[in-house]
């Protein structure tokens, strides 16, 4: 019988910072290969990876198949680094919100080209709730793309969606509070919990701007999809993200504290999959970013 090392270390609380880091710098020099070189090492990471892929589900399926196993099992899956090693390869997935927050991004360009907006409300029980806005409000065509578009879209990316249902667009959202021509104070609240944050001009395209609401601090970034809005805290420690650099060519933003990046559209990690951003609802009023925290 194969021996197995007793020697094992436990490794330092931090050393996924350091690993992760690695792994960011080793993929940066691999893009900068030739594009035969290039190929060549990805095709090398692919093939190692469906090795380590057969062998994960094989301990998966062999503690699964034991009572005790199945305990040490969900033990494991709380660890953050056996959660993203597990996430990576698709052993686990992600929740049923996050999988419908990304339908809806995939499908948002496609519904902004119809001068419209979708967004994800709420699932729950199999339900998805979303909003149609912009030139989708209050259309007799709204209905049609609701049911082509979202609805189709979702069910067959997400199976256990069984119904979209359509939310009316609320006043704030259906019609303009901001007279032309006057000015917006930053932190300003209407009546429908939104917040008043920074004009689009102020926006910077290589660094987040912070807003102060009562929910607590919202980061506020211009990303490739339109203005994205998502709570001041890296999931990670808890640290804030205002100040981390966004980098507009890969479309992703950096936790200032320790480097993990996150893509600008959609918030998820790219450094530790199982790890996201929560984002809040964005409007644009007479140039204004308006945030809606929950």
Request: aromatic letters at 4%.
């Amino acid at each position: 019988m194969t021996e197995i090392s007793s020697t094992l270390a436990t490794p330092a609380a931090d050393d996924l910072d350091a690993l992760a880091a690695k792994v960011d710098q080793a993929a940066a020099a691999v893009r900068g290969l030739p594009e035969e070189a290039r190929r060549r090492a990805w095709a090398l990471q692919a093939a190692v990876e469906e090795i380590h892929k057969l062998g994960f589900t094989k301990i998966v399926r062999a503690l699964k198949a034991d009572p005790r196993g199945k305990e040490i099992l969900w033990e494991l899956v709380d660890d953050p680094v056996v959660r993203m090693l597990f996430a990576m390869h698709g052993l686990i997935r992600a929740d049923l919100r996050t999988r419908a927050e990304r339908v809806i991004e995939m499908i948002r360009p496609h519904i902004q080209s119809h001068g419209g907006d979708v967004t994800l409300l709420d699932v729950q029980d199999g339900i998805a709730h979303v909003r149609l806005s912009g030139s989708c409000t209050g259309c007799s065509m709204a209905a049609v793309t609701l049911r082509t578009t979202v609805e189709e879209a979702l069910k067959e990316q997400c199976p256990e969606i069984t119904e979209v249902r359509q939310v009316p667009a609320e006043p704030a959202e259906a019609v303009t509070f901001v007279p032309l021509g006057l000015p917006v104070t930053a932190g300003k609240r209407d009546t429908h919990g939104w917040i008043a944050g920074p004009t689009l001009a102020a926006l910077a395209t290589d660094r987040g701007t912070a807003v102060d609401t009562p929910a607590g601090s919202v980061l506020v970034i211009q990303a490739a999809g339109g203005v994205r809005a998502y709570r001041n805290q890296c999931p990670h420690q808890g640290l804030p993200l205002e100040g981390g650099k966004i980098d507009p060519e890969a479309n992703t933003l950096a936790c200032p504290w320790h480097g993990f990046r996150f893509d600008c559209d959609t918030g998820e990690c790219l450094t530790a999959p199982a790890v996201q951003l929560e984002q809040f609802p964005v409007r644009i009023d007479n140039g204004v970013v308006w945030v809606r925290p929950s």
